[in-house]
């Protein structure tokens, strides 16, 4: 609490939105709650306001502490605070905790207004308390969600943190920031809501998921799924509780957080006793850590939460609404020049040579679909862009930010873009690099673009091994 740049002790606000909510799986919420944390002041003109979106295990607790007791701050307490990168003597800065979760805001835990009779209508539904829905209770009783919360997609979250902007008469934002999949949400943000931000912080993040990482989900969801006690999702109401199963999808997900030299200076081989012990038991000091962290996310996330966030990252893809043309110049150009290579070769290798013709003009389309359809969702944006990737991340690699830069770069959009070399792997974007930090501090306080800059081509420049910049000036 007494450590420099600390926002203090934070209270935070349930705001109680009573209009129905339509989602993308064509549901209707009638009504959700979002609960937020702020830092620092809004300006008179409310020009200074920051938001803050957070990643698949995070919060609405971003900074600072909420008594004189805890023990830890905020998940990016070492990023928000007076004089840190995002400086709240400067800033006014929101952060909200998603629908869908399970830390206050409306989601599974939370209780389904369908199982209240309409006498109890005035029972305040969050504040139930949902230990006491178990197997004992009467049908009548009001039950959570549970596994009939609709899944929600990142549209969705980026579609309620724009009512909260109304409520809380912010036009237009100073800056939307995320790591991660926040990072997916602030380019949503970019997209579906391209005048309401001026900047636009996309952190460790992707233009969606790929198949491996898809493929990772679904084996954390399955772990959870095929737990006896997950009882199809209703395990609350069932007084029990699918804790092997999360246990093991939080260490599917934590190793690929990590890289393999983190994990080698960390643990190494090292026995946790010194020898074998010849059973199943932990006996590496991996087995030991990864045991601990899947069991410390037990206590605190709710399984049917997980299966709806991993859902929605992989759902994830801006450029679902703008379809691009199927084939591109450059493609059929490389397919005719080496088709034209084959037709004339006379060799065993023409069969080889047609496979390789394959091969690449197939690669070579699917990239210029995919850039031809992310200039597309990007066309409308109006802000400028900070892209931060990690040398070492290889849950979403800096090449998958580099496809953000270049379809920013090839619409003539404003975009900077840092790849920091880091050795935490995907977790990076929590540590307090000083050149990570340098780069969102300068990025925030910069002077805005004018419109006529930045309709001016972006140019790239190559300024290390690890920095590119797009229009910039």
């Excluded at 935070?12 to 959700?32: D, G, K, M, V, Y």
Aim: proline residues 5%.
């Amino acid at each position: 609490m007494d450590s420099v740049g600390s926002v203090g002790i934070i209270t935070p606000q349930i705001f109680h939105f009573a209009e129905p909510l339509t989602l993308e799986c064509n549901r209707t919420l009638p009504s959700f709650d979002l609960i937020i944390e702020t830092y620092g002041t809004l300006n008179s003109d409310r020009s200074n306001a920051v938001l803050i979106c957070h990643a698949l295990s995070g919060s609405h607790h971003a900074a600072g502490f909420h008594s004189d007791d805890d023990k830890k701050a905020g998940w990016w307490d070492n990023m928000i605070g007076p004089n840190k990168a995002i400086d709240t003597n400067r800033f006014y800065v929101v952060c909200v905790n998603n629908i869908g979760s399970c830390f206050g805001s409306t989601g599974p835990t939370t209780i389904n207004p369908d199982s209240i009779d309409s006498d109890q209508n005035n029972v305040n539904k969050n504040s139930l308390d949902k230990d006491s829905l178990n197997k004992n209770n009467p049908a009548s009783e009001p039950q959570v969600y549970g596994p009939d919360f609709p899944l929600v997609t990142i549209k969705d979250w980026v579609k309620t943190q724009a009512m909260l902007s109304d409520r809380l008469g912010i036009d237009v934002w100073h800056a939307i920031v995320g790591g991660s999949m926040g990072g997916m949400q602030a380019l949503q943000w970019s997209v579906d809501y391209p005048n309401r931000l001026k900047r636009c912080v996309v952190i460790a993040s992707t233009p969606k998921l790929s198949a491996q990482n898809i493929a990772f989900n679904e084996v954390a969801r399955q772990s959870i799924l095929s737990d006896p006690d997950f009882k199809d999702g209703r395990y609350l109401q069932a007084g029990t509780y699918p804790r092997r199963g999360l246990i093991l999808a939080r260490m599917v997900g934590h190793i690929t957080y990590l890289t393999d030299d983190a994990m080698k200076a960390k643990f190494g081989r090292d026995l946790k006793s010194g020898k074998f012990m010849y059973g199943y038991d932990v006996e590496f000091q991996v087995e030991s850590y990864l045991r601990y962290q899947g069991e410390r996310f037990s206590e605190n996330f709710d399984a049917n939460t997980y299966l709806l966030m991993t859902k929605a990252l992989d759902y994830f893809d801006p450029t679902r609404d703008y379809p691009s043309a199927m084939a591109t110049e450059s493609a059929a150009q490389l397919k005719g020049s080496i088709a034209t290579s084959v037709e004339s070769s006379k060799t065993s290798m023409q069969h080889a040579l047609e496979d390789t013709v394959a091969t690449i003009d197939e690669s070579e389309e699917n990239r210029q679909q995919e850039l031809s359809a992310l200039k597309a969702a990007f066309a409308h944006t109006q802000c400028q862009y900070l892209v931060v990737s990690f040398t070492t991340d290889w849950r979403f690699a800096p090449e998958r930010s580099q496809e953000i830069v270049d379809a920013l770069m090839a619409t003539g959009k404003p975009v900077s873009y840092i790849n920091v070399d880091a050795p935490h792997g995907h977790d990076s974007f929590l540590f307090d690099i000083p050149r990570y930090m340098g780069a969102v501090r300068g990025f925030l306080t910069a002077p805005f673009i004018t419109d006529s800059k930045s309709k001016q081509p972006a140019q790239s420049t190559n300024q290390s091994s690890q920095q590119k910049s797009g229009a910039r000036s």
